[in-house]
């Protein structure tokens, strides 16, 4: 049996546990004058926040946005370029936003925050409600709405600016901030750096980004090391036949009841082609096919979604998905040139979030030690994707994105308690709690700051 430890060890552990987590989790001076600065800003930034939910803007559209964005900043001090990002459609002036400040040698820190809304019609009922309507690039009119937090993003990096401009004695290095349109199209990322974003700019060793949470608390963040979101894969699969008159089946080879088997057997490909221990998903979102009921087509058009986290399992499932239609195909008796035609959109393709662990730990301590242990929560990997991690280019420039609260407590606790779930990212009713939220994402990305750049 073991010895049992004596009564003065186990009361010395004890005593030694407390002191590191006192001196982890007491907040430094500067601490102070992050919330203190944070605290001073709030009203303004609340409205600020209030008009810019009130007046979204589609993606690549976002002109007022980051015009706005840009004189705020050039009043923060940042040397403020426009129009960067303008690859990406012909005659697009490009709305991306570059600020930068330069405090002396150190460390060249990114801050990234998208601007972007959604084509969505609000239903929150709150007075600075938008009410917007935009034609999208193909002319057609349609409602518009900050439906997934980007106007909290852009507050936020407001916020941040005046506070790490006013900071400029406690850290030494370049900042710079970038307003990235075109995220929910998952192409600004990739625009921003095809336009030169780190040729024409300081090249970061390090790109910060925070996310709103409809499932966190506001005043509460999240962090999660490595695989923090999955890649996203478009593919089009031309299920082709050769159609007919309904009451002849004889004479066809009908691309419907092909594509069902297909749709079906796209199923086994995460069942029993993938690792259980990797995350995977293909999704068959849309069927187009046929004009009568009596007829049998010619053609079925199939649209997939896949997600994974790695690359190589990413690659297998292409690779599946094409196999499972041909095979499916020949077996149906379909002749060589009335074979599926499979596509990968490489045009929108975004690509997996890893968040660089060390940097994650690191910036985890100054969360706890500012915000309160309890406030900071781990959060698990999640197979939504967005465009971020275009910035890390491939991995060679680590990248970390936050979450940030955006909720009530009690609307979580009532979610959890009933099993229905709270308004989340991308519908109606969408609705952060702007102070609260505010604060938090100012005094969190100026906190992770400090701590990479601080002295």
Not at 110 to 122: G, S, T
Not at 332 to 356: C, I, K, Q, W
């Amino acid at each position: 049996m073991p010895r049992r430890p004596s009564r003065v060890i186990v009361l010395g552990a004890l005593v030694l546990g407390l002191l590191a987590l006192a001196t982890r989790a007491a907040p430094s001076p500067v601490d102070g004058e992050v919330t203190a600065l944070a605290d001073h800003e709030l009203d303004g930034l609340v409205g600020y926040y209030k008009a810019l939910h009130a007046t979204p803007e589609l993606s690549r559209q976002e002109e007022h946005t980051a015009a706005d964005l840009a004189r705020e900043l050039r009043a923060a001090g940042f040397e403020v370029t426009e129009h960067v990002g303008r690859y990406t459609l012909p005659g697009y002036k490009g709305t991306g936003v570059v600020a930068v400040l330069r405090n002396g040698a150190g460390p060249t820190l990114l801050i990234r925050a998208d601007m972007d809304a959604l084509p969505i019609e609000e239903q929150t009922g709150l007075p600075y409600a938008s009410h917007r309507r935009m034609k999208n690039e193909a002319g057609v009119e349609m409602p518009v709405m900050h439906a997934c937090g980007h106007d909290v993003h852009v507050t936020s990096l407001v916020g941040t600016a005046r506070v790490l401009s006013k900071l400029r004695s406690r850290w030494h290095g370049t900042l710079i901030l970038l307003g990235q349109p075109a995220e929910e199209t998952i192409d600004g990322a990739l625009a921003v750096v095809r336009d030169g974003l780190y040729e024409r700019f300081p090249r970061p060793d390090l790109v910060l980004a925070l996310h709103d949470s409809p499932f966190l608390p506001a005043g509460a963040v999240g962090v999660t090391p490595g695989y923090a979101m999955a890649t996203s894969t478009q593919m089009d699969v031309v299920v082709r036949g050769v159609g007919g008159h309904g009451s002849r089946p004889e004479d066809v080879k009908d691309p419907i009841v092909l594509a069902a088997n297909i749709v079906m057997q796209l199923q086994t490909i995460v069942s029993r082609e993938i690792s259980p221990f990797d995350q995977a998903v293909v999704t068959v979102g849309t069927i187009h096919g046929g004009t009568r009921r009596n007829i049998i087509p010619n053609d079925v058009k199939l649209e997939l979604n896949i997600r994974a986290y790695k690359p190589e399992v990413r690659e297998h499932i292409i690779q599946a998905v094409a196999r499972i239609s041909r095979a499916a195909a020949l077996g149906a008796g379909m002749p060589e040139d009335r074979l599926p035609l499979v596509s990968v959109l490489e045009g929108e393709f975004a690509p997996a979030l890893y968040n660089e662990p060390a940097t994650v730990a690191r910036v985890r301590g100054a969360f706890e030690r500012v915000l309160g242990a309890e406030n900071v929560h781990s959060v698990d990997p999640v197979m939504a994707s967005e465009d971020f991690g275009y910035l890390g280019v491939d991995g060679k420039i680590p990248v970390m994105m936050f979450a940030l609260g955006a909720n009530s407590q009690e609307l979580i606790d009532e979610a959890q308690r009933t099993g229905v779930p709270v308004h989340g990212l991308h519908t109606s009713r969408f609705e952060p709690i702007p102070a609260p939220t505010l604060r938090t994402g100012v005094v969190a990305m100026s906190t992770a700051i400090l701590e990479i750049l601080g002295n």
